[in-house]
């Protein structure tokens, strides 16, 4: 009868042991170097985008308060002009003006002179 003689095969391993994953990773220093370098650049590129866009929405707001400012001023001087208005419409509605007339011959007075004659009265104490 023939003999077989069963050799075990270069690739076979105990299949219930489970290698952890520094076993099963080999990294040299280069790849190492490589890999933290990739990191930073990417962490370093996320940074920047986030710093860039805090800083346009700064820029953004500040605009929008300048806007808000200038609004705010215009208002005031429509506000007023509006009232200015509204004034010289009750002015020119009231009853009391409608009944002046120009006077005919304005008398002036001089303001070299005395307006009020003056009394010797003493005032009693």
Do not use: W
Not at 16 to 42: D, H, M, N, Q, Y
Not at 78 to 88: H, K, N, R, T, V
């Amino acid at each position: 009868m023939p003999e077989y003689q069963l050799t075990p095969s270069v690739n076979t391993r105990p299949p219930s042991a489970k290698r952890p994953l520094s076993e099963r990773i080999e990294l040299g220093v280069g790849a190492f170097l490589f890999i933290t370098v990739t990191i930073i650049c990417l962490l370093s590129l996320l940074f920047l985008t986030h710093s860039n866009q805090v800083a346009t929405r700064g820029y953004e707001l500040k605009m929008l308060q300048a806007k808000r400012s200038d609004l705010l001023r215009e208002n005031e001087v429509l506000s007023m002009q509006i009232a200015d208005l509204q004034a010289l419409d009750a002015l020119a509605n009231d009853t009391t003006i409608k009944r002046m007339v120009k006077a005919d011959k304005p008398q002036y007075i001089r303001t070299d002179t005395a307006v009020a004659k003056a009394n010797n009265i003493q005032p009693e104490i």
